[in-house]
C-alpha cells in the first residue's frame, strides 16, 4: 500500500509535536522539583537561625523603660509585671515568632523552640494568676483586679491555634490587659489598681514553682529510665487512691521526648530566672525581713546554669555513668537545686 508523502509529514510533524509537549513537560517537572528543593534547602538554615534561644534582659532597666513610656515612676510590682509583659512579648517577637501554631515549614519542624515556648508560657501563666488570685487582693474576700480577670484566660488560651483566633492574638490581648494593670499601679488618682508585696503572697507562688520544678526534675530524671518504689501514699496511714498502683515502677522517658523535656525545662527556667530577678526587687523588704535576699539570689543563680551553651548538636542521653553526656541529668541537677532552695525559701517566708 503505497503511503502518500502528506500523510508522511503530518506523522513527522505530530512525533515533533509529542516530544516538544515531552520536552516542556520535563523541563517544567526540573523546575518545580528545583524549586522545591531550593526551599528546602533555605527552611533548613532559617529554621536553625529560628531555633536559637534568646538571651537574658535586665528586669530593672526593663521596668524603668516601661514606666518612662507611661510618663510614670517605678513603684512596688512595677518591676514584676513589667518583667512579665517583656517576657511575653518576647516568646511572641523573638526571630521566627510564635512558632508553636505554625502548619508550614520550617516552624513546624522546630519542636525543640516550640518546647522552649511552652515553658515560658506556662511560667507566664502561673505568674498571671499569682497576680489575678494573690499579688493583686489584700485578701481573699476582696474584688480581683478587671484587667488581671481578663489576662489569665487570654495567656491560658490554646498555644497550638493558627486561625479563628490565633494564638498570637490572644496572647497580645493579655499584653494589653497587664499593660493596662501597669499604668494603674502607679496611677495616685487611682487606688484600685493595687501588688501587694506580702511574705504571704510570695509563698503562694514559690508553691507552683515548686510542684513545676518537680515534676520536670523528674521527667529529666527518666531519660534514662529507672525503677522506683511507689511512695504516693507514704507518711499517711489512712491516705487513699482511686485505684490501685504496683508497689514498683518502672519509669523512663520516651527516647523521641527526650529534647522536646530538656527545651521545656530551658524555657521554664528562662522565664523564671527573670520572675525572681523582679521579685527580688519588689519583695526586698519581706526579704531583708526574713534574710532571705541570699536564698532567691541562689535560685537565680541555679537557674542561670541552665542557660549556658549546649555545644553539641543534639540533646545527649548517655548513661549516668557512661561515656556519652546525658544534657537532660546536668538540666535535672540545676533544677533540682533550684527546687529544693525554694523549699528552703518558703520555710522561711512561713515563719514569723
Not at 526579704?287 to 546554669?305: F, G, P
Not at 545527649?316 to 546536668?330: C, I, K, T
Request: aromatic share 8%; glycine share 6%.
Amino acid at each position: 500500500m503505497a503511503i502518500s508523502w502528506q500523510s508522511i509529514k503530518a506523522r513527522v510533524q505530530g512525533c515533533r509535536a509529542g516530544c516538544m509537549d515531552l520536552l516542556g513537560s520535563g523541563i517544567r517537572t526540573r523546575i518545580i522539583v528545583g524549586l522545591i528543593g531550593l526551599y528546602l534547602i533555605v527552611a533548613v538554615f532559617v529554621g536553625i537561625y529560628w531555633s536559637m534561644t534568646p538571651g537574658q534582659f535586665d528586669v530593672d532597666d526593663n521596668a524603668a523603660n516601661m514606666a518612662e513610656s507611661h510618663q510614670q515612676s517605678v513603684v512596688v510590682g512595677t518591676t514584676t509585671t513589667a518583667a512579665l509583659i517583656h517576657v511575653v512579648e518576647t516568646m511572641l517577637h523573638k526571630p521566627g515568632g510564635f512558632i508553636s501554631n505554625d502548619i508550614l515549614p520550617p516552624g513546624v519542624w522546630l519542636d525543640d523552640i516550640a518546647n522552649w515556648e511552652y515553658g515560658v508560657l506556662i511560667q507566664s501563666r502561673d505568674l498571671t494568676r499569682a497576680l489575678r488570685e494573690s499579688f493583686s487582693r489584700s485578701q481573699s474576700q476582696s474584688k480581683e483586679d478587671v484587667d488581671l480577670g481578663k489576662a489569665e484566660p487570654s495567656l491560658n488560651f490554646s498555644n497550638d491555634s493558627w486561625a479563628v483566633p490565633a494564638s498570637e492574638s490572644e496572647y497580645k490581648a493579655a499584653i494589653k490587659h497587664l499593660d493596662s494593670y501597669l499604668q494603674r499601679l502607679a496611677d495616685e488618682g487611682n487606688n484600685r489598681a493595687q501588688f501587694y508585696a506580702r511574705a504571704d503572697n510570695l509563698n503562694y507562688w514559690l508553691g507552683t514553682i515548686e510542684t513545676r520544678l518537680g515534676s520536670l526534675s523528674q521527667r529529666l530524671s527518666a531519660s534514662v529510665g529507672q525503677r522506683r518504689l511507689n511512695t504516693d501514699l507514704s507518711g499517711d496511714t489512712a491516705a487513699q487512691q482511686s485505684t490501685s498502683s504496683p508497689a514498683e515502677l518502672e519509669v523512663r522517658t520516651p527516647w523521641t521526648e527526650i529534647d522536646d523535656v530538656y527545651f521545656e525545662s530551658r524555657g521554664t527556667a528562662w522565664a523564671l530566672l527573670h520572675f525572681l530577678q523582679a521579685v527580688e526587687v519588689d519583695f526586698a523588704d519581706v526579704l531583708a525581713k526574713k534574710n532571705a535576699r541570699v536564698s532567691v539570689r541562689q535560685i537565680i543563680r541555679e537557674l542561670e546554669s541552665t542557660q549556658q551553651t549546649v555545644f553539641s548538636p543534639v540533646i545527649l542521653n548517655g548513661s549516668g555513668f557512661g561515656v556519652l553526656a546525658n544534657h537532660s541529668l546536668v538540666m535535672a541537677s540545676y533544677l533540682s537545686r533550684a527546687n529544693a532552695a525554694i523549699t528552703d525559701l518558703r520555710d522561711l517566708l512561713s515563719q514569723g
